[in-house]
C-alpha cells in the first residue's frame, strides 16, 4: 500500500478507510487515468466519493442523463424549452467572473497572458469598477505583455551574465551586523554573492529567521521559550567549572540566577553529566563533583574530563550559537546565528510556512529543489538591493534556472554549469584549458561551434541575434529596380 497515495486522498476529503482501499491497489496518478466507467466498476457504491475527491463531476452526468431521457419521451412541443436552456446559458456567460470574461476575449484574440496577469487584473478591474472598459485594459496588457517577450535568438545567457557581473565588480567587500542586532554578523556584498554562485554547502555566517505563531508571537515570555529551546546551552554557560587537582576532581558550581533565566533545573545538569564516561558523579550542597574511575586518577585524564564537563550540551539545538528575540510591528521574531533548518521546524510554536534561512543546501534537503530555487532568488537578489544595486530580477531568475535545472544544486563553475558544457572551446576557454582539451581529443568529441565564447575564440559570426539570420542580395536584379525606379 502506497501510504504517499493514502494520505494525498485523506487530505483531498476521503475517509481514512476508503482511502487505504483505493491505496492498496492504485497510486494516485493511476487512479487519475482510470475511466469513470472503471472506477464505478472497481470501487462500486464509493464511487461517487472517489470521482468527487478527483475533482471529476459526477452530479452535473447524472442531470444531463436525466435530461437527455426527458427528452426522449417527449415529443414535438420539446422544441422551445431548448431554446431556453440555449438562452440561459448565453446569460450565464455574459454574466460570468471578470476573469471569465478575460479567458474569453484572450480564446477570440487568440493570445496568451499568464495566469498571474490574469489574476491581478480581475482583481483591480472588479476593485476600481472598470468593467466596462475591460476590453480595452485586457488589449494594453496584450500588447505590453508581447513587448516585453524575449526576442528569438536573443543571447539571453550572456545578458543575464552581463547585468549581474557588471554590478556586481562595483560591491564592497564587508561583513555587515545584520538589521541592528547586536552581535550577528551576516556576510553581505560581493563575498555573499560568490557564496551563492558557488553554492557552498556552508555558508561563512549561518543564520536564521524564525517566525513564531499562536500565542509565542504576542507573549514575549512565551517566545523566551522557543529561544532557549533554539539556543545551545553548554555546562559553561551556566556553570563555574574548577579543577581540584590535589583531591583528584572537577568541581561544577552551578549559577542559579542563569539557569533560571535559560529555564534549566539541577535534575537536566545530572542527565547531562550521565553522558560522561569512566567517572563518578556525586551532588554536593555547593554542587556537583566529579571523580575519575578508580585506577585511572592522573592528571591527564583529570583535564580530558575538565574540558568535556566544559563543553556538555544541556539544551538547544546543535548548530545554534545564538538566538536574539525582536519585537516587529506585532509579533515577536527570533534571529539566530547559525542555522539547523530541520531540528527548528519541529519546534513547536515556529511558523513552518515562513521561518527562513540563508543556507540554500539546508532548504534544498528539507523542502525540495523549487524552494532551493526560490531561496537562490531571494538571496542573491536581497544581497544586490542591500548594495542599492537594481539588477532585473529575471537575469536572476536564470541563473537560479540553471543552477537547479537538474533536480540538485550546480555551482556556476567548472565543478558545475561551466564544467558540463557540451562545447569542448567553451569549456577549456574557462578554466584547466589542457586537461579539457586532452581529455577531449582521448574522447574524440566534436564542438559543434553553436555557443558564443567557442565563435568568438575561432572567430566567426555568431549565431544568435542578428548573426542568426543569413541574407543574400542578387545585385543584378538590384540594379533593374533602380532603373524600374528612375
Given at each position: 500500500m502506497s501510504k504517499t497515495t493514502a494520505n494525498a486522498l485523506i487530505k483531498r476529503g476521503l475517509s481514512k478507510k476508503l482511502a487505504e482501499k483505493v491505496a492498496e491497489k492504485y497510486t494516485l496518478a493511476a487512479?487519475?487515468?482510470?475511466s469513470?466507467?472503471?472506477?464505478?466498476?472497481?470501487?462500486?457504491?464509493?464511487?461517487?466519493?472517489?470521482?468527487?475527491?478527483?475533482?471529476?463531476?459526477v452530479e452535473e452526468k447524472k442531470v444531463k442523463e436525466k435530461k437527455a431521457t426527458k427528452k426522449k419521451k417527449e415529443k414535438k412541443p420539446a422544441k422551445p424549452a431548448e431554446k431556453k436552456v440555449k438562452e440561459k446559458?448565453?446569460?450565464?456567460?455574459?454574466e460570468g467572473t471578470i476573469r471569465e470574461r478575460i479567458i474569453k476575449i484572450l480564446e477570440?484574440?487568440?493570445?496568451y497572458l499568464p495566469v498571474a496577469v490574469i489574476d491581478e487584473m480581475a482583481e483591480k478591474i472588479e476593485k476600481n469598477g472598470l468593467e466596462e472598459k475591460l476590453e480595452k485594459i485586457v488589449e494594453k496588457a496584450i500588447e505590453e505583455y508581447n513587448r516585453h517577450l524575449m526576442d528569438p535568438y536573443e543571447a539571453c545567457g550572456m545578458v543575464a551574465a552581463q547585468s549581474i557581473g557588471e554590478p556586481g565588480t562595483q560591491m564592497t567587500m564587508r561583513t555587515f551586523h545584520y538589521a541592528g542586532v547586536a552581535e550577528i554578523n551576516v556576510t553581505l556584498g560581493l563575498p555573499r554573492l560568490i557564496e551563492i554562485v558557488d553554492a557552498r554547502k556552508d555558508p561563512s555566517t549561518p543564520m536564521m529567521t524564525v517566525y513564531l505563531e499562536g500565542a509565542y508571537k504576542i507573549n514575549r515570555d512565551k517566545a523566551k521559550e522557543v529561544a532557549n529551546k533554539i539556543e545551545i546551552t553548554r555546562l559553561i554557560n551556566i556553570a563555574e567549572v574548577e579543577t581540584d587537582i590535589s583531591n583528584m576532581k572537577v568541581v561544577v558550581k552551578p549559577n542559579l540566577k542563569s539557569m533560571e533565566r535559560k529555564d534549566i533545573k539541577m535534575d537536566d545538569l545530572m542527565e547531562a553529566l550521565k553522558k560522561l564516561s569512566k567517572v563518578e558523579i556525586k551532588k554536593t550542597e555547593d554542587g556537583i563533583e566529579i571523580h575519575p574511575q578508580e585506577g585511572n586518577e592522573n592528571y591527564r585524564e583529570l583535564r580530558r574530563i575538565s574540558e568535556e564537563?566544559?563543553?556538555?550540551?544541556?539544551?538547544?539545538?546543535?548548530?545554534?550559537?545564538?538566538?536574539?528575540?525582536?519585537?516587529?510591528?506585532?509579533?515577536?521574531?527570533?534571529?539566530?546565528?547559525?542555522?539547523?533548518?530541520?531540528?527548528v521546524l519541529e519546534l513547536e510554536g515556529v511558523d513552518k510556512t515562513r521561518t527562513t534561512t540563508n543556507d540554500i543546501h539546508a532548504i534544498y534537503e528539507v523542502l525540495g529543489i523549487e524552494a532551493a530555487r526560490n531561496a537562490i532568488i531571494n538571496e542573491a537578489y536581497s544581497t544586490l538591493q542591500e548594495q542599492g544595486l537594481n539588477v532585473d530580477i529575471r537575469h536572476i531568475m536564470l541563473v537560479a534556472d540553471l543552477m537547479t535545472a537538474t533536480g540538485v544544486i550546480r555551482p556556476i563553475g567548472r565543478q558545475g554549469v561551466s564544467g558540463e558544457k557540451g562545447s569542448v572551446i567553451a569549456r577549456a576557454a574557462f578554466e584547466i584549458t589542457v586537461d579539457h582539451l586532452l581529455g577531449a581529443a582521448r574522447r574524440g568529441e566534436v564542438d559543434e561551434l553553436r555557443g558564443v565564447a567557442e565563435n568568438v575564440i575561432v572567430g566567426q559570426p555568431i549565431k544568435l541575434g542578428t548573426g542568426s539570420v543569413e541574407l543574400a542580395i542578387d545585385v543584378k536584379?538590384?540594379?533593374?529596380?533602380?532603373?524600374?525606379?528612375?
Amino acid at each position: 500500500m502506497s501510504k504517499t497515495t493514502a494520505n494525498a486522498l485523506i487530505k483531498r476529503g476521503l475517509s481514512k478507510k476508503l482511502a487505504e482501499k483505493v491505496a492498496e491497489k492504485y497510486t494516485l496518478a493511476a487512479l487519475e487515468k482510470l475511466s469513470d466507467a472503471k472506477i464505478k466498476k472497481e470501487f462500486g457504491k464509493d464511487a461517487e466519493k472517489i470521482l468527487k475527491v478527483l475533482g471529476r463531476k459526477v452530479e452535473e452526468k447524472k442531470v444531463k442523463e436525466k435530461k437527455a431521457t426527458k427528452k426522449k419521451k417527449e415529443k414535438k412541443p420539446a422544441k422551445p424549452a431548448e431554446k431556453k436552456v440555449k438562452e440561459k446559458k448565453v446569460s450565464k456567460v455574459k454574466e460570468g467572473t471578470i476573469r471569465e470574461r478575460i479567458i474569453k476575449i484572450l480564446e477570440n484574440k487568440k493570445e496568451y497572458l499568464p495566469v498571474a496577469v490574469i489574476d491581478e487584473m480581475a482583481e483591480k478591474i472588479e476593485k476600481n469598477g472598470l468593467e466596462e472598459k475591460l476590453e480595452k485594459i485586457v488589449e494594453k496588457a496584450i500588447e505590453e505583455y508581447n513587448r516585453h517577450l524575449m526576442d528569438p535568438y536573443e543571447a539571453c545567457g550572456m545578458v543575464a551574465a552581463q547585468s549581474i557581473g557588471e554590478p556586481g565588480t562595483q560591491m564592497t567587500m564587508r561583513t555587515f551586523h545584520y538589521a541592528g542586532v547586536a552581535e550577528i554578523n551576516v556576510t553581505l556584498g560581493l563575498p555573499r554573492l560568490i557564496e551563492i554562485v558557488d553554492a557552498r554547502k556552508d555558508p561563512s555566517t549561518p543564520m536564521m529567521t524564525v517566525y513564531l505563531e499562536g500565542a509565542y508571537k504576542i507573549n514575549r515570555d512565551k517566545a523566551k521559550e522557543v529561544a532557549n529551546k533554539i539556543e545551545i546551552t553548554r555546562l559553561i554557560n551556566i556553570a563555574e567549572v574548577e579543577t581540584d587537582i590535589s583531591n583528584m576532581k572537577v568541581v561544577v558550581k552551578p549559577n542559579l540566577k542563569s539557569m533560571e533565566r535559560k529555564d534549566i533545573k539541577m535534575d537536566d545538569l545530572m542527565e547531562a553529566l550521565k553522558k560522561l564516561s569512566k567517572v563518578e558523579i556525586k551532588k554536593t550542597e555547593d554542587g556537583i563533583e566529579i571523580h575519575p574511575q578508580e585506577g585511572n586518577e592522573n592528571y591527564r585524564e583529570l583535564r580530558r574530563i575538565s574540558e568535556e564537563v566544559k563543553n556538555i550540551k544541556i539544551k538547544g539545538i546543535e548548530g545554534i550559537k545564538r538566538a536574539i528575540i525582536r519585537k516587529e510591528g506585532d509579533e515577536y521574531v527570533i534571529y539566530t546565528e547559525g542555522s539547523n533548518f530541520e531540528k527548528v521546524l519541529e519546534l513547536e510554536g515556529v511558523d513552518k510556512t515562513r521561518t527562513t534561512t540563508n543556507d540554500i543546501h539546508a532548504i534544498y534537503e528539507v523542502l525540495g529543489i523549487e524552494a532551493a530555487r526560490n531561496a537562490i532568488i531571494n538571496e542573491a537578489y536581497s544581497t544586490l538591493q542591500e548594495q542599492g544595486l537594481n539588477v532585473d530580477i529575471r537575469h536572476i531568475m536564470l541563473v537560479a534556472d540553471l543552477m537547479t535545472a537538474t533536480g540538485v544544486i550546480r555551482p556556476i563553475g567548472r565543478q558545475g554549469v561551466s564544467g558540463e558544457k557540451g562545447s569542448v572551446i567553451a569549456r577549456a576557454a574557462f578554466e584547466i584549458t589542457v586537461d579539457h582539451l586532452l581529455g577531449a581529443a582521448r574522447r574524440g568529441e566534436v564542438d559543434e561551434l553553436r555557443g558564443v565564447a567557442e565563435n568568438v575564440i575561432v572567430g566567426q559570426p555568431i549565431k544568435l541575434g542578428t548573426g542568426s539570420v543569413e541574407l543574400a542580395i542578387d545585385v543584378k536584379k538590384l540594379s533593374k529596380i533602380k532603373k524600374v525606379k528612375e
